[in-house]
């Protein structure tokens, strides 16, 4: 059994420096630098990546936001202010991967930068990111799951409980099972895939993207705040798109590679 010791990090003068921030932050500089080292390993100038990888990073932090609130609109409405309070958590992963897509890759594709060599430095970038970001869920006591009884159930304070598990004291910590797995999909990408994919620009991405929707898909299951499309989980919806993206598009690169090898 663990517990979130809570959300504020330490007091910094006239600001509260609070967890979540802190694990974004980190997750981002992180992933910049493996961003920029990928790229020297790879012949590539890390200048135009980087500027890329900003304005995705920015896109990615206002889609996250703006997909987090468009499923929660009526909560939303009656609470307007709410939307900016980015420090109290909220934000959708895939909500942020269009986001940084459109930015960043919008930015790469109009300077005629090799947008799908980009995606697949920033994939495992994005892999490893995710599985630190998604400790701010443990500090504030969100993204858990059903109630459990296991040894490792992490135990959540009652004003963080949804209503129809008040009386229920220790969850699933969906959040630690996603981080891990993030974990694994970095390490396969960057020891498995990465160095056999590169014949193929933007297989990798789309190995990522298969792989962490496959983890999501069984994770969203146990989660107790998913959004939600009528009745289907939204995050499941676009899971099996991402798995599907990535069985379908990962063999067409790779036989597309091929036959411009053969006829070079």
Known sequence: ????????????????????????????????WLAHKDALRRG????????????ALLGALVGARLYYVLFNLDYYAHA??????????????????????????GYAWRQRLPLRRYLDIAAPS???????????NFFNEEAFGTPT??????????????????????????????????????????????DRLARAPGALFLTYLGLYSLGRFFTEAL???????????????????GVGAAMIGVPLLLKRARGQALTS
Request: hydrophobic share 55%.
């Open 126 to 136: 994005l892999a490893i990111g995710q599985a630190i970001g998604r400790w701010g």
């Open 149 to 194: 009884t296991l040894p490792w159930k992490l135990y959540i304070s009652a004003s963080h409980r949804p209503l129809e598990y008040a009386q229920s004291e220790f969850f699933h910590p969906t959040f630690l099972y996603e981080s891990v797995w993030d974990g694994i999909v970095f390490v396969l990408l960057i020891s498995v895939f990465r």
């Open 223 to 241: 989660r107790t705040d998913a959004l939600m499309l009528g009745p289907v989980r939204v995050a499941q919806l676009v899971s099996v798109v």
């Open 80 to 105: 307007p202010a709410k939307i900016f309070a980015v420090w109290e958590g909220g934000l959708a992963i895939h909500g942020g991967l269009i986001g940084g897509i459109l930015v960043g890759g």
């Open 1 to 32: 059994m663990f517990r979130s010791p809570g959300a504020i990090a330490f007091p910094l003068g006239p600001l509260t420096l609070r967890w979540y921030g802190i694990l974004m932050a980190t997750a981002m500089a992180l992933g910049l």
């Open 44 to 55: 590539l100038d890390p200048e135009p990546l980087l500027k890329a990888s900003e304005l």
